[in-house]
């Protein structure tokens, strides 16, 4: 099975280069299933039920989050019926949503975690335990498992990385927006990348424009973000996985749209 | 100009893989002039005199430091004698060290300058604020400055990236110990990367033993890390600057020494 | 002279207890001038003009503000013009209004300083050399100087405390909310209190609705904050200066005011 | 019953106050149990076997814990068999030690809890969700309960305490060593106060040598800390509580022992 895991979709030039090279990917790769990280998809925070389509549409089968997945309230309203949007985990009992589902690619069954770090973020559950609790749960439904680790500190994803080595098909970070050159395959078998990076406008700061984000490094003052211009990347990650569910390739893609 | 620069440099490890193998890449990528992040380098933290020289002998012409810098605390006896050693130009004024220092290269000068990064990491002053200074002060002197920025948060280091674009020479960033996939030339002329990565061991959680990493994580108890063994990775990058200072060229390095 | 100083002013409890208490609180303990933390004065962030001069109407000679100062983007028409308003003088040159202020009270002078701490904060330049700048400036203008340090970390309050001894006048911390009950005269008559307390609703969590702030740390969700409702709290500190601008007494205020 | 709740016991200063007035502050106030915090008590971080019998035999029934817990490594030879030192509840499963456990008290049971916050500090367990469980494990075992809540944010402090409003009979802070001036009875019986305070060096930053603080908050380099010299204070608070387990009073107690 071949799988395609896209970084962060910030915003409208993350769409864009989604609807326009999505599926070229997809082919150029013979890839049988899509995810990718819609955190930023609704204007760099959130995403909501249209851009949710809007994205599937393009071809992405499951949509994961990270600490953005609530900023757009909407969410709310259709969290909890639509199965294609798995948000952290590691959220207490009882938060809307779902922390990982399994999908059927011809007939094949894989499972999707989403996880949040806790290093430099928020206080959440441990992602270590609720790793531990959904391993338990999925034990005999499929050796196909795909971990979006979304998090700050390298330290806490390499650690994860380690940890699930040889019980899941693949750990892939999210969050940092920056794309890591240390795609490889661990030795029981999964696939481990600390960031798969991000998809929308390339010359900017982690998607914002960079002056608006360099004043406010310099003025320490309020200031509103907006999404960059320009040429868009489009960030992500290729895995095949075997029929054992362990990974036996995982490659880097980046790819750019030049702004008219 | 040629200049190699080579990421955190990790223990004993770390170090012998210089040993081994930094002359051979200095002559296949001609480098004139080479700079090491040696944060690190003793024993995982800080350096003392008899490291720097050590690594000096493989070949480092120059080694930049980082949150790290003052772990060893014989550093103190010889970081104001040795030009060698840059330490974080933005902590505060009378601080022992310098936070940048001019070198010859074939009758070419040429700045260094390490600056750290305050996000997630302790406060210090404003490392923008202090290139500002920098930049004044070495305004006749050279058109070639390699910044080494130390710092956590993506963000941070890239708007530093187009804060310094066309003024500098390049920004190059560490700490993170994982190398990212971004290096490019931005659009007045200066390389950028957010981070070189790591020279150390490479089965493990950023040179540390991951079962000891991952140990600290799930149990939140205090836990004594030691340098990982086995397989040795180099990460670096190697910079062309013409003639007014400016990147020709960027190209990520990574080499590995297996273990016996 | 004798000074009185209020704690954090939270929205319209807030306020309204200060028009109700604050003249009957200065005949009481003859003050004459009177100086309040306002940063959570509109709605529980920021300031604008006409809750400034609200506020000032009720008696209040100066405000300090701290890490809310620009929540309400109005501040920035007037913070430039209005001699009253005292913000952080850590943020870096360039700023908007002032860092410190000199006042007349019947004939004698007096300098407010505000500064916001770094511990837990977002970074900011150096408190502790922004005070040896304006101790600098100030030198030969008045013994008579107030400090509010806006800050989390009850370490670096108290290291400015004593780093402060014997120069300035009081050292009074704001920004926790909650009154602290180690207000003393140091060794060298500086007047000292961690934390002066918050004015604002009494039954809250620092202010805010405390069913809000529950729901928050329970959930790891956004909620959207309100101002508490119910009896309301004035907290805040009365000084004592001799004529050498040392402190001769630091006494804690607490009122209430019960809701109807 | 009357409870004494001492807050963190810093090194030798810190328990030579408790030799000296312990017995005479438990007679003065008529108290049945006592509770000290003794996360500090060797040498300012953690505590070992010695120091524990030590304050156990100036009067403490049972000591609490913090952050700095598993300092002295020592503690993990004797915590599991000392029913008398609890250590923060929110601490993962399968940690040594103890989060609550109950005593007897003149025929009266009481349940005394430890739990640790998490903003500002390391992750951890869900403070609250750990008090769910350990509320539900003893229901039927007595309604006077203790809570050490020992954490940095006012915020966290103050939620926990109207969270745990009416289920336990005390909700008391530690770990910022400042004693605030907010000890009170919250609506449906519990009492509260953000921080009990800190028992030790009284001419310091938080028990530490002032200046050597100082030092490191100026030069941002590392600064082996020591423990203050001169006078002692002892900070405490003494809680009467009914036969139905609410608090009736909540008394802030500061007494001090001045230098020879
Ligand atoms: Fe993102
Ligand atoms: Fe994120
Ligand atoms: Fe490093
Ligand atoms: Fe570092
Ligand atoms: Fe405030
Ligand atoms: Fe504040
Ligand atoms: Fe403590
Ligand atoms: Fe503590």
Sequence with gaps: MRILFVGDVVGKPGREILRQQLNEIQDQY???????????????????????????NYGVDVVTMGNHVWD????????????????????PPGTP????????????????????????LPALDCPFQAMERILAEIKDLTPNV??????????????MGWYLDGRVSAVLGTHTHIQTADARILHRGTAYMTDVGMTGPRDSVLGTDKDLVIKKFITSMPVKFEIAHG??????????????????SIIPVQTMLEAL
Excluded: C, M
């Design 30 to 56: 013979h890839i049988d299933f899509t995810i990718a990280n819609g955190e930023n998809a609704a204007n760099g925070t959130g995403i909501n039920k249209r851009i949710f389509e809007e994205i599937s």
């Design 146 to 159: 795909i971990v979006d680790f979304h998090g700050e500190a390298t330290s806490e994803k390499q650690a």
């Design 72 to 91: 757009k309230k909407e969410i709310l309203d259709f969290i909890d019926h639509e199965e294609r949007i798995i948000r952290p985990a590691n959220y």
């Design 97 to 120: 949503g779902k922390g990982w589902n399994i999908f059927s690619v011809n007939q094949v069954k894989i499972v999707v975690i989403n996880l949040a770090g806790r290093v430099f």
């Design 231 to 248: 040429d868009i990347q489009l960030n992500a990650t290729v895995l095949e996985l075997n029929k054992q569910g362990k990974a036996i």
